[in-house]
């Protein structure tokens, strides 16, 4: 999956009580099926911002869509019951998915909490490093996970937190969307060998800030995407980069040097 020039987010529909999901189970077919077709990878958000919406292998088996397993992400946080989760996973072994990025998660008031003492955490919260340990306990090498860092939080604390989660299994890490170098990003290339940096393909700050915890970063000022993803370009050459809020309206190889390779 590294070698795939970018890893593009998608989103699954929204669940809705009393409410028909066919449309937007097109529009998530077509968006795949354009994701792949470009040659790149796709990767699926768990719940993101708390919002209620159908999983990744639910929407695929829904939509009969079949993928390479090189090509698909799973994202996966801890806002799930122990039966759900297991069920998740079991899915995730049987139809071949190889790929699940691990996270915390957002929660909301209508995800549960998973205990943490369920997958052999110790702390009144499940966290991210619980899961990774689980899963890779649980399922050996069936799948490969990765995890998140965020080069915003303070450090070395959230260095640490990506080396425990590398000794809990991690052997990808993908960033937070960052704005040009980071000298966070550089540091945890030394200890990381599969780093995906993740590039913010909209213009939407506020949305930016709310998704990275921040009330206001100086380079954001006067934010321009395609800019952003030229630097990230040439700062790590040697980086698969994950796209998100990415448009599906515009021409990718106009926007995307590495489609034109």
């Given amino acids: ?5 970018y890893i593009i987010e998608i989103l699954t529909p929204k669940r809705f009580p009393g409410t028909t999901i066919d449309e937007q189970l097109e529009r998530f077919a077509r968006r795949f ?11 699926v958000p768990d719940n993101p911002m708390g919002q209620l919406r159908l999983g990744a292998l639910e929407s695929f088996e829904l939509k009969g869509l079949r993928f390479d397993p090189e090509t698909v992400m799973m994202n996966l946080n801890t806002f799930h019951t122990k039966d759900e989760l297991d069920a998740l996973l079991n899915n995730a072994a049987e139809v071949g998915l190889k790929y699940i990025l691990v996270v915390r ?5 209508d995800l549960p909490k998973l205990d943490p003492h369920s997958i052999g955490g110790s702390y009144n ?9 689980y899963i890779n306990h649980t399922f050996g090498d069936t799948f490969v996970t990765g995890a998140a860092f965020n ?9 640490n937190r990506a080396r425990q989660k590398m ?6 890490i993908v960033t937070q969307p960052v704005i040009g170098r980071n000298e966070h990003i550089d540091s945890l290339g030394l200890i990381c060998k599969n780093v995906v940096v993740e590039a913010w393909m909209s213009t939407n700050i506020d949305l930016f800030y709310k998704s990275v915890g921040k009330d206001h970063i100086a380079q954001a000022e006067q934010y321009d995407p395609l800019n952003n993803l030229s630097e990230l370009h040439e700062a790590y050459p040697h ?9 599906f309206k515009q021409d990718w190889r106009r926007m995307l040097p590495r489609l034109n390779r």
């Fill in 33 to 43: 099926h354009l994701v792949m077709e470009a040659g790149c990878a796709l990767s």
């Fill in 125 to 133: 919260i499940a966290t991210s490093m619980d899961l990774l340990s």
């Fill in 105 to 109: 998660g957002d929660g909301g008031p």
């Fill in 167 to 172: 000794e809990a299994g991690a052997q990808f």
């Fill in 239 to 247: 980086c698969c980069f994950y796209l998100s809020m990415l448009s």
């Fill in 1 to 5: 999956m590294f070698k795939i020039p």
């Fill in 151 to 159: 080069p915003y939080k303070s450090m070395p604390f959230e260095l």
